[in-house]
């Protein structure tokens, strides 16, 4: 999707050009290597949270989302008991969904194990792809992401099935996605995510 004579950058066909937030994300973090634990504890959230909805909604509420979340900080949401999750339910600036709710509070916990065994959360979902960035477009699954899927499934996570998991991949880097034409697509490194 290209945008006007005046911005004549063509973009992923998923972004909403009219959307200014939505344009920023896709420009500047969509597809970008993370290995901040903080910011892949945010996106894992954000991305069960968008299980039947689009990213723009979540994207749009992001802020608020933050706020009610304490700032997505993994031990904080770890203790959330009822109480806080009826408070998130009253709460009109994010997506409110109990079972949502209560998966990100059990997640929280799994990820904070999983940072205890592999010292970080980086360390765990990068060791997938030894490291490596997958290219790859066209998919909304993949054999790594079903792998992926199943480990944090088996170890208790809730809402991360594979499309959900390819996503989040897709989010923080680890594949990257971008179409064809947009001005940010990289063809280099054809390893696909069904090699590694």
Same mark, same amino acid.
């Given at each position: 999707?290209?945008?006007?004579?005046?911005?004549?950058?063509?973009?992923?066909?998923?972004?909403?050009?009219?959307?200014?937030?939505?344009? *920023?994300?896709?420009?500047?973090?969509?597809?970008?290597?993370?290995?901040?634990?903080?910011?892949?504890?945010?996106?894992?959230?954000?991305?069960?949270?968008?299980? #039947?909805?689009?990213?723009?909604?979540?994207?749009?509420?992001?802020?608020?989302?933050?706020?009610?979340?304490?700032?997505?900080?993994?031990?904080?949401?770890? #203790?959330?008991?009822?109480?806080?999750? *009826?408070?998130?339910?009253?709460?009109?600036?994010?997506?409110?969904?109990?079972?949502?709710? /209560?998966?990100?509070?059990?997640?929280?916990?799994?990820?904070?194990?999983?940072?205890? /065994?592999?010292? !970080?959360?980086?360390? +765990?979902?990068?060791?997938?792809?030894?490291?490596?960035?997958? +290219?790859?477009? #066209?998919?909304? !699954?993949?054999?790594? !992401?079903?792998?992926?899927?199943?480990?944090?499934?088996?170890? #208790?996570?809730?809402?991360?099935?594979?499309?959900?998991? +390819?996503? +989040?991949?897709?989010?923080?880097?680890?594949?990257?996605?971008?179409?064809?034409?947009?001005?940010?697509?990289?063809?280099?490194?054809?390893?696909?995510?069904?090699?590694?």
């Amino acid at each position: 999707m290209c945008e006007t004579e005046k911005q004549p950058k063509c973009r992923c066909g998923w972004c909403n050009l009219k959307n200014p937030l939505y344009v *920023e994300y896709h420009d500047r973090e969509w597809g970008v290597a993370q290995h901040e634990d903080a910011v892949l504890f945010e996106l894992l959230i954000l991305e069960s949270f968008q299980a #039947g909805l689009s990213w723009e909604c979540v994207l749009n509420k992001r802020q608020n989302f933050r706020k009610a979340f304490d700032g997505f900080v993994p031990d904080r949401v770890c #203790g959330y008991d009822a109480k806080k999750i *009826e408070a998130l339910m009253a709460d009109p600036g994010i997506i409110r969904n109990r079972r949502k709710m /209560e998966a990100a509070v059990k997640n929280a916990r799994v990820f904070r194990e999983i940072q205890k /065994e592999y010292s !970080s959360f980086d360390a +765990y979902i990068w060791h997938f792809t030894d490291g490596h960035v997958v +290219y790859e477009t #066209g998919k909304t !699954s993949s054999e790594l !992401s079903d792998r992926v899927s199943r480990d944090l499934k088996k170890r #208790g996570m809730s809402f991360v099935g594979t499309t959900i998991l +390819y996503a +989040y991949l897709q989010a923080i880097g680890v594949i990257c996605s971008h179409d064809e034409d947009c001005f940010l697509y990289k063809k280099q490194g054809t390893k696909s995510a069904d090699s590694v």
